[in-house]
């Protein structure tokens, strides 16, 4: 008898927001799936794509592999596509599907999530605030466990929010600012970590107002003397548009450096 799969998307996981700039061709877009297994079984478990463009690269052929009855698992997925020369919208599903065999043959169910992927050029937006802390300040962003430094940027000679602490913290950058007042609302950064074994980095988040988190992802990596990044995070503020909200990046790390850097604000009609 076939099995039933509920497939549940944190936050705003069916809305991928993508910032053009600097994207290098093909567009990597990496994400974290887990698998949660509830049968009396081990189950082999695929990814599909069907959305339009897209790869799954890693794992390959997206076959994530075994979870072992009452047991769940993460997965680190990597899909690519072509990278546009203009704002596009990319709409398909992500599937699920169980077998009950190692040669992915026998099927005992699916389970489809739609997606839209944003791929936007923000910094040609109509409105567009950059802070990239090239000039050595903190340019208005209050910082906890991060400072203004040239040890890291993603342009040559620049500056980012840098610092290596040891115990496990959250290193927050955040400002209070009037949000574009246009239909389209986003915000977008960079990130990188490193550090030695038994450093970890938790979670990535966009909060709004304090509470309101607008973007979180649930990394769970692990690190061992790597060095991860510089990623780019994109999310959707156009809900507070033409409002002054304050607005703070969250990032839950231990024993490593972080950074963050070239912080965008950007809307359009």
Same mark, same amino acid.
């Given at each position: 008898m076939p099995i039933g799969i509920v497939?549940?998307?944190?936050?705003?996981?069916?809305?991928?927001?993508?910032?053009?700039?600097?994207?290098?061709?093909?567009?990597?877009?990496?994400?974290?799936? $887990? /698998?949660?297994?509830?049968?009396?079984?081990?189950?082999?478990?695929?990814?599909?794509?069907?959305?339009? *463009? +897209? !790869?799954? &690269?890693?794992?390959t052929d997206g076959k994530l592999g075994l979870v072992d009855a009452a047991l769940s698992k993460t997965f680190e997925i990597i899909m690519t596509r072509p990278k546009p020369t203009s704002d596009v919208e990319d709409n398909g599903t992500l599937i699920i599907e169980a077998y009950s065999?190692?040669?992915? $043959? /026998?099927?005992?169910?699916?389970?489809?999530?739609?997606?839209?992927?944003?791929?936007?050029?923000?910094? *040609? +937006? !109509?409105? &567009?605030?950059?802070?990239s802390f090239d000039d050595g300040t903190d340019q208005g962003w209050t910082l906890t466990n991060l400072a203004v430094?040239?040890?890291?940027?993603i342009e040559p000679g620049g500056y980012s929010l840098y610092k290596w602490v040891k115990d496990p913290v959250h290193?927050?950058?955040?400002? $209070?600012?009037?949000?574009?007042?246009?239909?389209?609302?986003?915000?977008?950064?960079?990130?990188?970590?490193?550090?030695?074994?038994?450093?970890?980095?938790?979670?990535?988040?966009?909060?709004?107002?304090?509470?309101?988190?607008?973007?979180?992802?649930?990394?769970?990596?692990?690190?061992t003397s790597k060095t991860g990044g510089w990623f780019k995070v994109a999310a959707d503020l156009s809900a507070y548009r033409g409002?002054?909200?304050?607005?703070?990046?969250?990032?839950?790390?231990h024993y490593c450096h972080i950074g963050i850097d070239r912080i965008v604000i950007a809307g359009k009609d």
């Open positions: 497939f549940n998307a944190n936050l705003n996981a069916d809305k991928i927001y993508m910032d053009l700039t600097y994207q290098r061709d093909p567009i990597e877009h990496k994400f974290y799936l $887990t /698998v949660r297994n509830q049968s009396i079984g081990g189950l082999y478990f695929k990814l599909v794509s069907n959305i339009p *463009n +897209w !790869t799954i &690269v890693s794992p065999d190692s040669g992915y $043959t /026998v099927k005992e169910g699916e389970q489809s999530l739609p997606v839209t992927v944003y791929i936007e050029d923000l910094e *040609n +937006w !109509t409105d &567009v605030e950059i802070y430094s040239g040890a890291r940027s290193r927050t950058a955040e400002k $209070t600012l009037t949000l574009p007042n246009r239909n389209k609302v986003r915000i977008s950064f960079y990130f990188m970590y490193s550090g030695l074994a038994g450093a970890w980095i938790r979670d990535v988040a966009v909060i709004v107002n304090g509470t309101d988190q607008v973007f979180g992802i649930p990394i769970e990596v692990n690190i409002q002054t909200v304050t607005v703070k990046i969250d990032i839950y790390a």
